[in-house]
């Protein structure tokens, strides 16, 4: 009984202490600090800092150390780094606190540990620089390409997770029936993370590399991944999975990360914007290697961090490297990176070659999230053999071959050829998401999220949409309605239709679409290699100047046009084309197509006769053309029902060839049409890239000028890439013309060296736009009455639609990019062609543009 009145009376005051110490456990720890050399008092960095058993970091180039963690468990520090004593220092869980750390360096090596010497660091009398500009000079040798011939066998293993167990998610009644997919956990790869596996795809492959005639030829001897059938396209996941995870080469000058690119630590231009130290000298089967500390000069830059060994053996090769980079970069989405390699030596001439490469990187919306998409890529090789020939015919044919292996699909092949065995958890992927796919629930998921993204929602083998176009406006139909659709492969692997019908409450006159399509290879018509014919009616309205592309000027969002856009045509067209693609990229298009054309708003179509203005109703043209293009190493993010090209450092050359006739199908005029297009991404280093684009074309033969090159014009208040953002529709017309276009985009080089702007990762942008051109006599209504005269407007007949002089028409813009991780806003200036009527000399312009 008195233990019971003890208990009462004092039940309230231990209530009150379990709560405090409720709220103790569960809150955060935190220790910030610096790191220091004892006796020199030198920063260190790249000092490795951990709970003991739990997560950590690093320490950055000033010696600073944040590191947080909501587990009460952790009460201990530890303080790691070569050459120095291990320190362990204890904290208080739960608390915010202060650990400056002094290092005393340890006797244990049996070497000597060479020190950078105190003082403003510079090139100049330094070791490390001494010791890189070595490594820089031998790096030709150190590749692999200083081989004459290569051959080794390489297994890749690409996974997603997400990151951190969402317990939240598991408690929802929305996610109940998804349990089994969040509860394999993988709380082993990373400290303090756990992962949820989602996705997982593996590759073994036999390579052979020949240098003279160069020759890379890769045999895939087996291949498995998730898949999530038709609801989610596994080869669109794979390919741009691999442009974000590219193969990693640290003897070339810039190395390609989330497509975007970093200046290798051992570029030639490595000393001007790395630091370099060396901390350590160690042994390693008889060879001496030199560890050397390298960091960004500006951590914003796109650069890394982190710590190789190097060989002293004269080779002066790599022989481990981990990369990182700095939370201050400016990159996008990416809130951990990680690239580790490891080299093994040839034992036929004493160099390293890479054994195995591992890339770690996590995306998260928010820089402090607790939750995020963690990727990971691995590729490791075997049984290296250089200098030995293979036979003739490996090289021969193309650089990719899959071959046809009884059984290389099932688990015990996996077994016996994975160079390194899945995890438990891992392996579970696979059959999980088979089960996931299958249910009723997640289909519908993925049927909505398809509808945003996408705009397309899917019923069997039918998609309805494109939602962005169901409503728009403009001058000429005033309020504008659409519907349509397209079959999907699940219809039919052969026949495809796609259509579409449409309404304008002014111009009340109804718009549509019909196409159908053969696929000779049983592929989807938008998917590589395409093989199909394809027979098109449509009757719409277009802007002059404007392609006549499906879903295009009747988005939504490009209804709000600036200036006066009354000039335009109805389009009866039919067109009947066949395309191939085959080979190392190369397209073939051949065309026939029977367009007339209307003109309607402000637009007539008249010439003068003796003493009279002729109108003319419409221009019919009956037309055969063959369009060539030649696409080296494109990659495509490739989606069910549509694909889009990923620019790399490859140019593409696009030639179009048309013939018009006169007679044959109402065809009213005979000419002959040249157009040559290539375009250039050229990669700038620490400065970014430039997108470089030549045109030229001429056309032989008179024609009105609905039939001239009409220069591509952009009145919306978006910038357009392809377009002049300052020219008026059918401003200027040609018969032959040139141009060069140039965008750059310098990835925030500038402004990382802005200490308020740096903070923001804002990024530069500018162009310049220059168009030669002109139009020969026969061609130019001033000197010929036999064809049509330019549009004019007002009463006093002012022309609004020109030719080309000897001064090109020029505009260019600068800008910036990034604005909130989407935006990009340009100011573009108008420099030639000033005294025009009804332009804009100048304006602001706006795109969106996600990007790492």
Known sequence: ?????????????????????????????????????????????????????????????????????????????????????????????????????????????S??????????YRNKDNPAVELIDKVIANKEKNKITAYDFVQYQQYEKLELSLTNKPEKIMSNRLFKNYKFILENVDTTTLEGKALVPVYLEEKLSQNYYRKNPLKNKSFIQAEKKVNYGDLLDENGITSYLKRLYADINIYDNNIVVLTSQFLSPIADMAPTFYRFYITDTVENEGIKLIRLNFMPRNTTDLLFK????????????????????????????????????????????????????????????RQNSSSGILGERTVSFKNFTANKPAADSIYSGSDEVRLSMPGNNTDSFWIANRHQQLSNVEAKVYANIDS????????????????????????????????NTFYSFNSLEGFRVKIGGRTTPDFSKHIYFEGYGGYGFKDEKYKYLLAGAYSFNGKSIYTYPLNYIKFTRQYETALPGQELVFAAEDNFLLSFKRGKTGKWFYQDSYKLEYVHEFGKNFTYKFRYSNLKQTPAGSLVFEKNLPG?????????????????????????????????????????FTLLIQNGFKGFLNGQYKYQQLTLAIAKRCYLSQLGYADVTLEAGHIFGQVPFPLLDIHRANQSYAYQVNAYNLMNFMEFVSDHYAAVNTDFYFNGFFFNKIPLLKKLKLREVASFKILYGGIRDENNPSKNTGVYNFPKAGLLGVPTTYSLSKIPYMEASVGIANIFKILRVDVVKRLTYLDHPDISTWGIRTRVRVDF
């Open 1 to 109: 009984m008195k233990i019971e009145n003890w208990w009462i009376k004092r039940r309230g005051l231990f209530l009150f202490i379990l709560l405090i110490y409720t709220i103790t456990i569960s809150a955060q720890t935190s220790v910030k600090g610096f790191v220091k050399d004892a006796v020199t008092q030198e920063p260190l960095a790249f000092v490795s800092i951990y709970f003991q058993g739990g997560n950590g970091v690093t320490s950055n180039d000033d010696g600073s150390y944040s590191i947080q963690s909501n587990n009460s468990k952790y009460t201990t520090l530890v303080f790691s780094y070569a050459g120095y004593k291990k320190i362990l220092k204890k904290i208080i869980s739960g608390k915010e606190q202060i650990a400056n750390i002094d290092f005393e360096t340890t006797n244990s090596l």
């Open 111 to 120: 070497t000597v540990v060479i020190k950078t010497k105190r003082g403003k």
């Open 612 to 652: 009279r203005l002729d109108t003319i109703p419409d221009i019919t043209t009956s037309e055969i053309s063959a369009e060539l293009r030649w696409a080296p190493h494109e990659q495509f993010y490739q989606g069910n029902n549509f694909r889009a090209p990923i620019r790399n450092k490859f140019p593409i």
């Open 306 to 365: 982190g710590v190789m060994y190097v060989t002293l053996d004269g080779n002066y090769g790599v022989q481990k490297i981990n990369l990182s980079i700095s939370k201050k970069a400016n990159l996008n989405w990416a809130r951990e990176l990680k690239i580790n390699q490891d080299f093994e030596k040839n034992p036929a001439d004493g160099r390293y070659h890479v054994i195995k490469s591992t890339m770690i990187a996590e995306f998260s919306l």
């Open 436 to 467: 996931l796919k299958n249910m009723k629930s997640f289909k519908n998921t993925l049927k909505i999220a398809t509808l945003l993204f996408s705009g397309y929602i899917k019923f069997g083998g039918f998609q309805l949409g494109n939602t």
